[in-house]
């Protein structure tokens, strides 16, 4: 894998993983532990646009969900109806969504989708990232969220995981299933 180009701001966590700084906001180290399941370039892919979503939206709140998928979603009152963008995680690239997408102008026609609102845009390496366009999608999305440009959050992340309580499931049908066979 060819090294991206990194700037002063550039940090690297306890795995190699980097991160863009950003106002003193580094990953949750829960975060780094749910992209560890994924290849580095994908948990890189995903550190470098939340970096980006963050320079332009610093006070934004972050709302980090464990599911299938790890998703990173971000908005200013911390309410899933108020979130501006998210970022998805895939086996082979990483998506920048937009859950007003569909009313998003789309000049550059990079985003993809069919649903009634959302829409996103696929990253598979750190140079897709560079384009110029992507900030202005982030920036379209925060005016479209925000439209009095009182754009304050509370810059606090809230880490959710439903794995562990799948893991309970699992554990009840095994339980319930031996005492059907006793």
Not at 64 to 74: E, L, N, P, S
Not at 106 to 117: A, C, F, L, S
Not at 121 to 148: C, H, W
Request: proline share 6%; charged share 25%.
């Amino acid at each position: 894998m060819r090294s991206p180009k990194l700037s002063r701001r550039t940090r690297f966590d306890a795995k190699g993983l980097y991160f863009i700084a950003t106002m003193d906001r580094p990953p949750d180290p829960r975060l780094l532990g749910f992209l560890g399941a994924y290849d580095p370039h994908i948990a890189e892919l995903a550190l470098a646009l939340r970096g980006i979503i963050l320079e332009e939206a610093p006070d934004a709140s972050e709302s980090v969900y464990q599911v299938y998928t790890v998703a990173i979603w971000f908005g200013f009152s911390g309410k899933m109806k108020d979130m501006f963008c998210y970022i998805a995680t895939n086996a082979g690239h990483v998506n920048l969504g937009f859950p007003r997408g569909a009313t998003l102008p789309d000049p550059n026609r990079v985003m993809e989708g069919q649903g009634k609102t959302m829409r996103h845009i696929k990253f598979a390496n750190l140079g897709d990232l560079e384009r110029p366009f992507v900030r202005r999608y982030i920036r379209s999305a925060m005016e479209q969220a925000v439209p009095t440009g009182d754009a304050r959050g509370t810059g606090k992340s809230v880490v959710k995981s439903s794995l562990g309580k799948a893991g309970g499931r699992k554990t009840r049908g095994r339980a319930s299933a031996r005492r059907r066979r006793s």
